[in-house]
């Protein structure tokens, strides 16, 4: 079955970007929104496996939808793609539940290292 | 060189958004690692102008600063232009004690504006440097710098020299405004482009996004 990646970013650019780094040899249902709030509908809509949500947009801010995100379902796994890698952001993003933060511009590497992490935690959490 | 080939499609638009994001929260980060601030950042918006319109779009854009204090730095590589780093009056004294908490307190007169024009120097090649810096990295160049030039506490008016560009020119802006939230100093980075580097930065961008596709 096909992994749900949710793609939460402001820049249809930037959910190009990372969508094209996703591995070619894993199958990948894809969702994208283009602000927190929707990408807060979104969440509750579709339960992705995956949230990768940007920091800096309109409407909602990426902090505000971690924190929805967060209280809507405790155990999601939300990565925190951003060019916003100030320690005070990361450590906030962090204490709030993020996953991990992803650095921008990604990288086929970055995001394959990502799922990887992502893989173990369930491995170890869900058997 | 046409006005056709310089025309800035929506694509290169969002492109340069984009990279102004990374870049910009790069040098935030840098900043950060150097003082002891957090600064809150915001969406960058992109413009395409006529040169001539440069200064009467600078000054609306910091209309709400009644005085300015302003670190203006060229830069050149195949990717070339200025930055203008623009603080409302007074942002340089909130900064002094971030940078030298020792001399909070010195209010000799003399010293202190000289403290001031060095803190608003040296925030601004942080944040200009790596900013252009990485703009420039993930465009395939490597720029120099001009020396930063620094006026402290002056109307806006007249403060963005008119004769910058030839005034036919196209210039691309890139602008961000952010927040230092420790002192509540909010401020603008602007990066104008040259016209002779637009077509340079068409195929930069081009090359950056193949690595996407």
């Known amino acids: 079955m096909a992994m749900k990646i949710l793609l939460v970013d402001d820049s249809p650019i930037s959910r190009k970007m990372l969508k094209s780094c996703f591995p070619k040899d894993a199958t990948f249902e894809f969702h994208e929104a283009g ?23 309109p409407v909602m801010d990426g902090v505000q939808a971690l924190e929805h995100m967060k209280k809507h379902c405790r155990d999601a796994v939300i990565i ?9 952001s990361i450590e906030k993003v962090m204490g709030l539940g993020a996953f991990m933060v992803l650095k921008k511009p990604p990288t086929k590497e970055s995001v394959r290292s990502a799922l990887l992490k992502v893989g173990e935690y369930r491995e170890a959490h869900h058997g | 060189m046409d006005n056709e080939s310089l025309l800035v499609a929506d694509e290169e638009r ?33 413009k395409v102008l006529k040169a001539a319109q440069l200064p009467e779009y ?14 203006e730095q060229n830069f050149w590589g195949r990717f070339k232009g200025s930055a203008f780093l623009v603080f409302p009056a007074g942002a340089g004294k909130a900064l002094i ?12 007169s003399g010293t202190f504006e000289v403290l001031e024009k060095e803190t608003l120097m040296e925030v601004g090649n942080i944040l200009i440097g790596a900013c252009v ?9 490597v720029v120099t710098y001009s020396p930063p ?13 008119k004769n910058l560009f030839d005034p036919e020119y196209t210039a691309i802006v890139m602008r961000t405004v952010f927040r230092f939230e420790e002192r509540d100093v909010r401020g603008f980075l602007f990066l104008v482009t040259t016209h002779d580097s637009i ?15």
């Not at chain 2, 004690?97 to 000799?108: G, Q």
């Open chain 1, 35 to 57: 602000d927190g709030l929707d990408g807060c509908e979104k969440f509750r809509e579709i339960g992705p496996d995956i949230t990768f949500l940007d920091l800096t947009m």
């Open chain 2, 199 to 213: 077509v340079w930065l068409k195929k930069a961008l081009a090359a950056f996004i193949e690595h996407y596709e």
């Open chain 2, 133 to 141: 810096g990485k703009m420039s990295e993930l465009l395939g160049d």
């Open chain 2, 149 to 161: 030039k620094v006026v402290v506490e002056n109307e806006p008016r007249g403060i963005i020299p």
């Open chain 2, 14 to 46: 969002d492109i340069l958004q984009e990279l102004m994001n990374i870049a910009f929260g790069k040098a935030a980060a840098e900043l950060a690692e150097v003082i002891s601030i957090f600064v809150v950042l915001s969406v960058p918006s992109i």
């Open chain 1, 80 to 88: 925190v793609a951003t060019a916003d890698i100030q320690t005070g």
């Open chain 2, 58 to 71: 600078l000054q609306e854009e910091i209309r709400d600063f009644a005085d300015i204090s302003i670190v």
């Open chain 2, 97 to 108: 004690s971030l940078l030298d908490p020792e001399h909070e307190a010195t209010f000799e």
